[in-house]
């Protein structure tokens, strides 16, 4: 079955930075998109970025672009999330999820299996 486990969140200050890890099994990672996704206190669940299979082409919310790095690696079956310049509405949960589909529309970032999250908050 699918199973994706996220890590590496945490408690840091406005400024700083954090790595997200999501360790994927259970399907072929190498073949799918993959995203990650976060949900704020009392929001609902907001798309953070996305990365095609090879890492070619990959797609940033506004709201993360210049300051977010998403990468994969294949071989490791492994997904990150490079977080930088971190804000505190960035304080979320943050999920990784996989692709519905094999074929991917741009901005149509569908998503079938996400993992139990890790917790980024940002203080002062």
């Known amino acids: 079955q699918v199973q994706l486990v996220e890590s590496g969140g945490g408690l840091v200050q406005p400024g700083g930075s954090l790595r997200l890890s999501c360790a994927a099994s259970g399907f072929t990672f190498s073949i799918y998109w993959m995203y990650w996704v976060r949900q704020a206190p009392g929001k609902g669940l907001e798309w953070v970025s996305g990365?095609?299979?090879?890492?070619?082409?990959?797609a940033y919310a506004d709201s993360v672009k210049g300051r977010f790095t998403i990468s994969r690696d294949n071989a490791k079956n492994t997904l990150y999330l490079q977080m930088d310049s971190l804000k505190s509405e960035d304080t979320a949960v943050y999920f990784c999820?996989?692709?519905?589909?094999?074929?991917?529309?741009?901005?149509?970032?569908?998503?079938?299996?996400w993992g139990q999250g890790t917790q980024v908050t940002v203080f002062s």
């Open positions: 990365i095609n299979s090879n890492g070619e082409s990959i």
């Open positions: 999820a996989k692709a519905k589909t094999i074929v991917v529309v741009p901005t149509r970032y569908e998503y079938d299996y």
